[in-house]
Antibody, heavy 121, light 107 residues
Framework: QVQMVQSGAEVKNPGASVRVSCKASGYTFTTYGISWVRQARGQGLEWMGWISAYSGDTKYAQKFQGRVTMTRDTSTRTAYLDLRSLTSDDSAVYYCVREAEVSRVVYFLYWGQGTLVTVSS | DIQMTQSPSSLSASIGDRVTITCRAS??????LNWYQQKPEKAPKVLIY???TLQSGVPLRFSGSGFGSEFTLTISSLQPEDFATYYC?????????FGQGTKLQIQ
């Protein structure tokens, strides 16, 4: 079965960087894109960006441009989210999501368990 | 960016009720609309994709409709496990924006 297993919770100081990993299993890694979605406590879902597991091409939400980098390692079937210059507003649960596509409709089918990132001095 | 607006933001209903949630896009997204259910402390789960296709394993009491810029999610007869927060999302273009969510509570 498909699984997306994320790294553990992180506590960071303001101004620091964080890396969240997402290890995929149960499918051919390079076949599907992976998106990253975050959710601040008590708030809604926010799409951060996408990476093609095949080519490594990325698309980022404008809000995060210049502060986020998404990469993947095909040898270990792992996707990474790097977020820099953290502020308290970045405190949230971060999810990796494997996409699916049917008749050119893309949707988010397999979600990681979420990684809590807390930014606090 | 395409803005997604859900209504209502919260809703109280009883077991067995029929419930409808609306999602409007700020521009046409054809049929590229997905619905997710999220329970507390859990990752979201897709219910419907492509506006009206039920994801495998999702109960038949869930249905979706719409095209263009207006969409609905209907639950025909509420069950206890349906009390959750529901999100719409457009996948027509990036950024793949979500609605703000509709919290469905027990009356």
């Amino acid at each position: 079965q498909v699984q997306m297993v994320q790294s553990g919770a992180e506590v960071k100081n303001p101004g620091a960087s964080v890396r969240v990993s997402c290890k995929a299993s149960g499918y051919t890694f390079t076949t599907y894109g992976i998106s990253w979605v975050r959710q601040a406590r008590g708030q809604g879902l926010e799409w951060m960006g996408w990476i093609s597991a095949y080519s490594g091409d990325t698309k980022y939400a404008q809000k995060f441009q210049g502060r986020v980098t998404m990469t993947r390692d095909t040898s270990t079937r792992t996707a990474y989210l790097d977020l820099r210059s953290l502020t308290s507003d970045d405190s949230a649960v971060y999810y990796c999501v494997r996409e699916a596509e049917v008749s050119r409709v893309v949707y988010f089918l397999y979600w990681g368990q979420g990684t809590l990132v807390t930014v606090s001095s | 960016d395409i803005q997604m607006t859900q209504s209502p933001s919260s809703l109280s209903a009883s077991i067995g009720d029929r419930v409808t949630i609306t999602c409007r896009a700020s521009q046409s997204i054809a049929g590229h609309l997905n619905w997710y259910q999220q329970k507390p402390e859990k990752a979201p789960k897709v219910l419907i994709y492509g506006a009206s296709t039920l994801q495998s394993g999702v109960p038949l009491r869930f249905s979706g409709s719409g095209f263009g810029s207006e969409f609905t999610l209907t639950i025909s007869s509420l069950q206890p496990e349906d009390f959750a927060t529901y999100y719409c999302q457009q996948s027509y273009t990036e950024p793949r924006t979500f609605g703000q969510g509709t919290k469905l509570q027990i009356q």
